[in-house]
């Protein structure tokens, strides 16, 4: 007979977990693997909720293995580490991202970039190395290999530096290999949500110049007087656009809908940089003379790697680079992704794991 989610390994878990392309989560019972000699158990303090989250749990990109226990903004305290663990400690304060697992052999993990790893272990709803399918932090405890697991410093809550785990490293690591992180530069944002308003936080904290694009003028007020923009253009507006062509250095593009290309790269300066961390669900135009027209480039950026995770934690605890949150009980995570496909939210929603997942168990919600 097979071994099911809560007896295919020795700990006994419980989460909350999909089942369907409905995408309603409810109570899961499941298991994690004991803590091997390289692994670090911790318990779950608190989970970001990210929008592939969602994608994931309707099976948007076809690639979902059901129960899906999603979550791979976790953070939380190490209650046990395995005989050969060398950097935390029972009682430290860490985080998983959205990386559990990759080759260990391949150029990308030589080179620290396991997220560009061809055998990369997502931290969700993929096959780990012994067969059995991984599931993320909507749930009371975890088990990884401390090569994938991140310290949090002292100076950054918990609840804050969940989100960091995705949504910053999202956008923290092309700022950083696009050289768009030097003082005296100026750097546009294409939408204010979960990663765009993390992005103005660090191209600030970088001592660059900011500009928010977004299709949104009641964004405006936002953008400037509570992020600290320096500017704010409305993307439909042309005279707007027009009068900002050629001020920028580099645009961080967050946006995940279908967008016309062109005017961003009006924007750009000669041998200005577009960068693109949203996931369109279908190709963007892009017509060549917008590029040849000052050698300009596009590229594109996912995650990062487990060091470069690591510097930026440390970076922002320094700088004091906090996401904007609503922390939520467990039992509302059904509202909050019906929310969150409104974009109802400023700016991330964040999963009280430690004082709400046990309760939604004992009512059996």
Request: glycine content about 10%; aromatic content about 8%; charged content about 20%.
């Amino acid at each position: 007979m097979a071994p099911t989610p809560d007896t295919e390994h020795p700990n006994k878990a419980f989460g909350w977990a999909g089942r369907d392309t409905s995408g309603l989560l409810s109570p899961f019972n499941f298991s994690r693997r004991k803590t091997g000699e390289k692994d670090v158990a911790f318990k779950i303090q608190y989970s970001g909720i990210c929008h592939s989250d969602l994608h994931m749990l309707k099976n948007d990109w076809g690639n979902t293995t059901y129960p899906i226990v999603p979550g791979h903004e976790i953070a939380g305290v190490v209650t046990e580490v395995g005989s050969k663990v060398q950097k935390f400690k029972v009682g430290d304060k860490v985080g998983v991202g959205c990386l559990v697992g990759s080759c260990g052999s391949c150029q990308s993990c030589a080179d620290d970039l396991e997220n560009y790893c061809p055998k990369l272990i997502l931290t969700y709803s993929a096959m780990y190395k012994d067969g059995t399918i991984t599931y993320g932090g909507y749930s009371d405890l975890m088990v990884a290999d401390e090569h994938f697991v991140v310290g949090i410093p002292d100076g950054l809550p918990l609840d804050a530096a969940a989100p960091l785990l995705c949504a910053g490293i999202t956008v923290y690591s092309p700022l950083r290999y696009f050289a768009l992180d030097k003082p005296g530069l100026h750097v546009g944002v294409v939408g204010l949500g979960g990663l765009g308003h993390v992005a103005v936080k660090f191209i600030k904290a970088f001592g660059a110049k900011v500009t928010v694009i977004s299709t949104s003028p009641n964004k405006k007020e936002e953008a400037i007087q509570h992020l600290g923009a320096d500017s704010f253009l409305i993307s439909r507006d042309q005279d707007q656009m027009h009068a900002a062509k050629g001020t920028l250095d580099g645009i961080i593009d967050t946006v995940s809908a279908v967008h016309p290309l062109v005017p961003l790269l009006g924007l750009l300066k000669y041998h200005g940089k577009l960068i693109m961390v949203g996931l369109p669900e279908k190709p963007l135009e892009l017509p060549a003379f917008a590029l040849l027209s000052g050698r300009k480039l596009i590229g594109g950026s996912v995650m990062g790697g487990m060091k470069e995770t690591q510097e930026m934690l440390d970076f922002a605890a320094k700088h004091g680079v906090k996401p904007d949150i609503e922390v939520i009980p467990m039992d509302y995570v059904n509202t909050a992704m019906e929310r969150l496909q409104k974009a109802d939210v400023k700016y991330r929603f964040v999963i009280d794991i430690g004082n709400t997942l046990k309760a939604s168990k004992l009512l059996n919600i």
